[in-house]
């Protein structure tokens, strides 16, 4: 459902994203890892089509973007991580504009939009503009618009950033049940207690490249960690960040006066 093959970014003398090869199959929720800056908005950004890459290609549900890029886009939603909202509009209208964006005939628009609204809770706040939308509020709007063409590809960068508790179990939820309708699910995420307990594979970038990809029991094997391991332990074996700690924990304590 997503191929990336041999993806690779330059900025000037900066190699962003390094000779990146991945496959996600159909229903799947993969979560993509790394540290900060470690490549993750710069490879979805390739994906959706924002950033050209230097080299490699990227196919989406069969469609190579480069050569059939609507194709491509018309069957994702995507959630970057700096969403932009038009705040002027009500929620219900952002989600028509939305939803006309994609073609979506009247009927059906207002029957995705009033499922959505009640799904994400938001059925209560339909009319009220999203300029005194909360932060989470928006977030979760944003998703449902995501959604409103019933897209088989799913790609959201942050979605967990800003949104209370409620709000993540919620979308928790919404991604799992979307992978058993076979939707294709792509988040990269810091949260790695989302990635641990909502993913069915994992993959972690470092310094631009895969470093390791699979189910979580696979890398735990490979990080020669324990079979109980939470995925916080297994990250930091995997990108360094053990070493990391350690210096931490040997460096003398400072006393403020």
């Known amino acids: 459902m997503i191929e990336l093959a041999h993806l690779t970014k330059r900025f000037g003398q900066t190699l962003a994203v390094d000779d990146l090869s991945l496959r996600v199959e159909a229903g799947e929720v993969f ?10 908005t710069t490879t979805i950004r390739m994906m959706m089509g924002l950033l050209q890459p230097t080299s490699g290609t990227v196919l989406l549900a069969g469609h190579d973007l480069a050569k059939e ?15 932009h909202i038009y705040e002027k509009l009500t929620g219900a209208e952002f989600l028509d504009f939305v939803a006309g964006l994609y073609s979506v005939p009247r009927p059906l628009a207002d029957q995705r939009r009033d499922h959505l609204l009640d799904m994400f809770d938001l059925t209560d706040w339909a009319t009220e503009l999203v300029e005194s939308y909360s932060h989470g509020m928006k977030q979760r709007l944003v998703m449902a618009a995501a959604m409103i063409h019933a897209p088989r590809l799913l790609i959201v960068d942050e979605p967990m950033v800003g949104m209370d508790p409620r709000g993540a179990k919620l979308l928790k939820r919404t991604f799992r049940g979307l992978a058993r309708d076979g ?45 109980n391991s939470k995925l916080e332990s297994v990250f930091l074996k995997l ?19």
């Open 31 to 40: 979560a993509f890892l790394g540290p900060n800056g470690a490549g993750k």
């Open 69 to 83: 890029a609507v194709a491509a886009k018309q069957l994702c939603g995507f959630v970057p991580d700096r969403p």
């Open 183 to 227: 939707v294709t699910v792509f988040m990269s995420t810091h949260s790695l207690e989302t990635a641990e307990e909502t993913s069915d594979r994992i993959g972690i970038i470092l310094q631009g490249q895969l470093i390791a990809v699979g189910t979580l029991e696979e890398l735990r094997r490979q990080a020669g960690a324990h079979s």
């Open 239 to 257: 990108t360094g960040g053990d070493d990391v700690m350690d210096d931490v924990m040997e460096m003398p304590s400072v006393r403020l006066a």
